[in-house]
T-cell receptor
Framework: QKEVEQNSGPLSVPEGAIASLNCTYSDRGSQSFFWYRQYSGKSPELIMFIYSNGDKEDGRFTAQLNKASQYVSLLIRDSQPSDSATYLCAVGANAGGTSYGKLTFGQGTILTVHP | GAVVSQHPSWVICKSGTSVKIECRSLDFQATTMFWYRQFPKQSLMLMATSNEGSKATYEQGVEKDKFLINHASLTLSTLTVTSAHPEDSSFYIC???????????????FGEGSRLTVL
């Protein structure tokens, strides 16, 4: 069983729409949650991180975390063609612990924003 | 933001040869570096955790004798793929966390990745 699972893609949305990306994780001890964007052939780029239950907003991006349901999501508002990429959900140990930085990645969701 | 540089960005080698990939933190001291491997259309899989001055910790299923990791200084970790075979062809990515990097900000710094092709 995969430890981090993302909703199957690819996901296609029109420009200006909201893109919703979902992720579930199996380790209840996980404390840090990340969303990365990865363009083809490039390394991951951090979009958002969240540690506490609830919503965290940064510009057009909102991360939502529900530890009871072991669920984390990413909403992209006003989607742009430049947002087209693979989005990776990553889960890590306690942010203050020695294992911080050791991430388990989901399989990724390919997002296409069409004009 | 902090910069992590990987070299080479791509390499082609013959089967049976060894290849060394370097991961450098350019403007911070990387106390811990992580090495990931990514096969085409798959996600990143952690291979090993490298702490400066100590032996690397390998994930289950990763051959420590095949993937040699050295983290001799606070700014450099190397991954050597020994006796490379075509199935080792992959995208290898390092990430680093550093001394003084605020843990609260959540930033882990990724290198640009190194694409290895073994013929």
């Amino acid at each position: 069983q995969k430890e981090v699972e993302q909703n199957s893609g690819p996901l296609s949305v029109p420009e200006g729409a909201i893109a919703s990306l979902n992720c579930t994780y199996s380790d209840r001890g996980s404390q840090s949650f990340f969303w990365y964007r990865q363009y083809s052939g490039k390394s991951p780029e951090l979009i958002m991180f969240i540690y506490s239950n609830g919503d965290k907003e940064d510009g057009r991006f909102t991360a939502q975390l529900n530890k009871a349901s072991q669920y984390v999501s990413l909403l992209i508002r006003d989607s742009q063609p430049s947002d087209s990429a693979t989005y990776l959900c990553a889960v890590g140990a306690n942010a203050g612990g020695t294992s911080y930085g050791k991430l388990t990645f989901g399989q990724g969701t390919i997002l296409t924003v069409h004009p | 933001g902090a910069v992590v540089s990987q070299h080479p960005s791509w390499v082609i080698c013959k089967s049976g040869t060894s290849v060394k990939i370097e991961c450098r933190s350019l403007d911070f001291q990387a106390t811990t570096m992580f090495w990931y491997r990514q096969f085409p259309k798959q996600s990143l899989m952690l291979m090993a955790t490298s702490n400066e001055g100590s032996k690397a910790t390998y994930e289950q299923g990763v051959e420590k004798d095949k993937f040699l990791i050295n983290h001799a200084s606070l700014t450099l970790s190397t991954l050597t793929v020994t006796s490379a075979h075509p199935e080792d062809s992959s995208f290898y990515i390092c990430s680093a966390r550093g001394r003084g990097t605020p843990r609260q900000n959540g930033e882990l710094f990724f290198g640009e990745g190194s694409r290895l092709t073994v013929l």
